[in-house]
């Protein structure tokens, strides 16, 4: 993986993209949507982005299920996947069809949040005030 990119799910939920959500706040509002991201395997976890509300945040879940407070919200997409997946999709943006159809990368919710989610690989790959976003 080159030097400048995220070296796993937790560098991305738990460092970069704060950091991107608090220089950013707008640009992530654009979403407006919650995205829960289930990831498995090593550096694994959940994480709930939450770009609806005002700054918009993430939480880390120590749940395996959407947490209650988010079931039934306006637009709530999951995205599970296993480490190494997500770690090549992050590589690759375009790998996630690949990964889509071949049943590694599962979606549900409103799919049409997926196309917004530009935003975050953005984010993942570069340092808050330098981005070109």
């Known amino acids: ?12 939920f738990d460092h970069l993209l704060p950091l991107g959500f608090q220089a950013y706040p707008d640009r992530v509002r654009e979403v407006n949507a919650i995205i829960v991201f289930k990831i498995t395997g090593d550096d694994g976890g959940m994480w709930v982005l939450n770009c609806e509300t005002s700054p918009p945040k993430i939480e880390k879940s120590m749940l395996d299920s959407i947490p209650e407070a988010y079931e039934g919200a306006k637009s709530t997409v999951k995205i599970e996947t296993d480490s190494d997946s ?29 196309s917004r989610m530009k935003v975050f690989f953005d984010l993942s790959r570069s340092e808050p005030g330098i981005a070109k976003i």
């Open 1 to 12: 993986m080159p030097a400048n990119m995220p070296q796993g799910p937790s560098d991305i």
């Open 86 to 114: 997500f770690k090549r999709m992050m590589l690759s943006p375009d790998e996630g069809m690949e990964l889509f159809y071949t049943g590694k990368l599962l979606i549900t919710g409103e799919l049409e949040v997926i």
